[in-house]
């Protein structure tokens, strides 16, 4: 189903906001879960959390970081355009404990993806404390729409430009130690997600990782989305896209996701010579 853009955003460099219509979707989604876009009809399917949605205005909301082709083509759509077909909701809402002291972490677009899990942490009455991670100032997003949903906020960004000096997992370790927190989320490249996972083993803190791994259908046939938790294998589409971040092979997924880097490349510099795209 194609999907009509009402607003398009620029929050930071690289990172733009889409809202589109999607009134289905809008109605049955719920913090974690994500959607398979293809931009134009030429493009790959991408998966995207879903961020936010209007009752009012029919929509939902994605928060795009332009790394390749397709989310670069995605970016270059404007408002009165449409995406060429959009499905979701879909993956396994985030688990939402209720009356705990929460940690919500993030870093890069990853702080747009947890914004809509730090909404559903508060408004389950659990107290919620926000360490999010920047390269620097200019690159730090959504800081209203987190603050108004989180009782302490608190930025890393890597030159210091803004908040604690250095990245989102140091700022936690001068923040906290075990039993500073019940639950927590942690959403962003995978290098950050596994720092979180290891500095935390043992704090007796269950962690929720949302894993990021390369999807191709989205619907549990393809088996693209391979992750080992726990030792068994599961499909982050269909069981995921939130893990036991202690019990999460990051490893494993890394070594995935960097399996068609060269092929990513050179999808960049193609130019079709018979005008396909
Ligand atoms: C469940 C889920 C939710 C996601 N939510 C968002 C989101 O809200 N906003 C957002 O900007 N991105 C999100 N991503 C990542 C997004 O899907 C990728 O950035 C996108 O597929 C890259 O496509 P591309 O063709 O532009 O880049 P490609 O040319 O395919 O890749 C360019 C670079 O991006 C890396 N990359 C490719 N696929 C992924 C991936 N799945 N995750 C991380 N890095 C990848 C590659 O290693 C490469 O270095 C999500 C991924 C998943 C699985
Ligand atoms: S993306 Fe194909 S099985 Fe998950």
Known sequence: MSALILDKRQLAPEITLLEVEAPRIQKRWRAGQFIIIRPLAHSERIPLTIVDSSAERHSITMVIQAVGKTTREAV???????????????????????????????????????????????????????LCGARSDAYRILDAELRACCDELHWATDDGTYGFHGNVVQLLLSLAGPGSFAEGHV??????????????????????????PIMIDGTGMCGGCRVTVGGQVRFACVDGPCFDAH???????????????????????????????
Not at 89 to 101: M, S
Not at 188 to 207: D, F, Q, S, V
Request: with cysteine.
């Open 76 to 130: 270059a759509l404007e408002p009165g355009d449409a995406l060429c077909d959009l499905v979701g909701p879909l993956g396994e809402p985030a688990e939402i404990c209720t009356g705990e002291r929460v940690l919500c972490m993030a870093g890069g677009v990853g702080v747009a993806e947890l914004l809509p899990v730090a909404r559903a942490y508060k408004e389950a009455g659990n107290t919620v404390v926000a």
């Open 187 to 212: 959403i962003g490249p995978i290098p950050m997600m596994k720092a979180a996972a290891e500095a935390t083993r043992g704090w007796g803190l269950k962690l929720h990782a949302s894993l990021n």
């Open 247 to 277: 019990e999460v092979d990051f490893d494993e997924m890394t070594r995935r996701n960097r399996a068609y880097r060269e092929m990513e490349q050179l999808a960049l510099r193609h130019e079709c010579r018979l005008g396909l795209g």
